[in-house]
């Protein structure tokens, strides 16, 4: 609290650096509450720091699975993409409504990093396919943990056009509704046909 209130930057993230070491020695045993705990000072110490080092607080946090939730929620709406990226792409302490609610308001960037992560639900890649551009979208086609309803997976095919890698991308997946499989097709040959015969 003494580093909160009176402390320079430097003892600030001098404090920081010790207590999130300290987390991470015995973050495996600790209880909901002990993390809740780290949870209250991590929020307090992260209030004015820059952000070179709140990006090293997001690669460190980013990969523990009982990660202080509070901390990597304030990481992940960062708006610098060196904080907020690594939390994004690896984080099970984001929720699938987390996701799609920084989605639906952040760039492209932070977009790219959430498209790819182990996993998402069809809520969070409606709403990447709606605002993602071209890498968004190509990450989500070959993200085998992704999910889509069937809105998302029409959505998807859609955007095919005459990009071969794409269409590939999403025929190959086994999740594929059928008729939209044969939609897919239809598309591929059609396009094929409009191109004139090679001599």
């Given at each position: 609290?003494?580093?909160?209130r009176?402390?320079?930057?430097?003892?600030r993230?001098?404090?920081?650096?010790e207590?999130?070491?300290?987390?991470?020695?015995?973050?495996?045993?600790?209880?909901?509450?002990?993390?809740?705990?780290?949870?209250?000072?991590?929020?307090?110490?992260?209030?004015?720091?820059e952000?070179?080092?709140?990006?090293?607080?997001?690669?460190?946090?980013?990969?523990?699975?009982?990660?202080?939730?509070?901390?990597?929620?304030?990481?992940?709406?960062?708006?610098?993409?060196?904080?907020?990226g690594?939390?994004?792409?690896?984080?099970?302490?984001?929720?699938?409504?987390?996701?799609?609610?920084?989605?639906?308001?952040?760039?492209?960037?932070?977009?790219?990093?959430?498209?790819?992560?182990?996993?998402?639900?069809?809520?969070?890649?409606?709403?990447?396919?709606?605002?993602?551009?071209?890498?968004?979208?190509?990450?989500?086609?070959?993200?085998?943990?992704?999910?889509?309803?069937?809105?998302?997976?029409a959505s998807?095919?859609?955007?095919?056009g005459?990009?071969?890698?794409?269409?590939?991308?999403?025929?190959?997946?086994?999740?594929?509704?059928?008729?939209?499989?044969?939609?897919?097709?239809?598309?591929?040959?059609?396009?094929?046909?409009?191109?004139?015969?090679?001599?």
């Open positions: 609290e003494a580093a909160v009176n402390g320079s930057s430097e003892v993230v001098k404090k920081l650096r207590v999130t070491s300290l987390f991470l020695v015995d973050a495996a045993s600790l209880t909901e509450e002990q993390v809740k705990v780290f949870d209250d000072v991590l929020c307090k110490l992260t209030a004015r720091i952000t070179k080092v709140l990006a090293e607080l997001g690669q460190r946090l980013a990969p523990i699975d009982n990660a202080p939730v509070e901390t990597i929620k304030r990481l992940a709406w960062n708006e610098a993409i060196t904080v907020a690594p939390v994004l792409t690896q984080s099970t302490r984001l929720t699938t409504s987390d996701l799609t609610r920084i989605a639906e308001v952040r760039g492209q960037a932070h977009l790219v990093a959430i498209s790819r992560r182990q996993s998402l639900e069809s809520p969070v890649t409606d709403v990447l396919l709606k605002r993602g551009e071209r890498e968004v979208i190509h990450n989500l086609a070959t993200n085998a943990g992704a999910k889509f309803s069937e809105a998302g997976y998807l095919v859609e955007m095919t005459d990009d071969e890698v794409l269409s590939e991308a999403i025929g190959s997946r086994g999740d594929i509704p059928l008729h939209l499989l044969r939609d897919l097709l239809a598309r591929a040959a059609r396009a094929s046909a409009s191109f004139p015969a090679a001599f």
